[in-house]
């Protein structure tokens, strides 16, 4: 493939992203694409937002737990990157901006300082973690019935579509993250539950093998960023009308309406 390839493909999905509309996968039509061939779709679909004036407030890390490997028949961890403009201010999730979201809870960390690559620890990443925050990311699939493969996924950013992050700041050193329990409610319903252990072993795991990922392509994570750590459950279908209530022990509740 050249990078005329990797263009045009990041322009198809960025286009389904903004027409709120469901593509073929990728591989249906290329199904030798590879893991470093999506990356660099990745990269030019990146590129074209960051020329659009969008700009990159975090990164991501998905499929690190085994709730979500085994939904998505996915088993190898991705990373992706968070925009400005995913970031939903207030409590209502509107479906009409989207394609099919899902929600799914997680444990974010904001970094203090710099964080490069290889051979990071989970005890260098709570070092260099300010904080501690919890999060609600909805990813929304560009893909035909949400489905895809691994190179897939990482041609569309990981499904990244919108972030709550919640206002319940903590130090790392506060509190156990692996041991961090979290109820998923959906009209008072409880509909899954998960830990911070879900993630990897420890959220902090997460991000070690983000900067390692990372340092591959000569790329660190920077102070100031946030983090997402990766869905601690399986990753909940929203409808019309839904109210999303999501507990954390120490880290508070979140909840929103689905319109
Ligand atoms: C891929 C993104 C997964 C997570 O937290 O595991 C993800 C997907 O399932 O669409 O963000
Ligand atoms: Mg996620």
Known sequence: MDRNQYISIAQRLIDAEVGKREVTRI????????VDDAYRIQEELVGIKLGQGYRIIGTKMGLTSPAKMKQMRVEEPIYGYIFD????DGNVLKLSELIHPKVEAEIAFILGEDLEGPGVTIEQVLAAAEYVVPA?????SRYENFQFTLPDVIADNTSASRVFIGSA???????????VGVTLAVNGELK???????VLGHP??????LAGMLSRKGLKLKAGQ???????TEALMLSPG???????DGLGTMEFRVE
């Open 27 to 34: 591989t249906t039509e290329h199904p030798d694409l590879t």
């Open 169 to 179: 700041m903590r130090k790392p050193a506060d509190l156990e993250l692996d041991l």
């Open 85 to 88: 403009y995913m970031v939903v």
């Open 136 to 140: 609600l990311e909805m990813i929304d």
């Open 242 to 248: 839904d109210t999303v209530t999501v507990k954390w």
């Open 204 to 209: 902090a795991q997460s991000v070690a093998m």
């Open 226 to 232: 946030v983090i997402l750590t990766g869905g601690m």
């Open 192 to 198: 899954d539950l998960g830990s911070g252990a879900a």
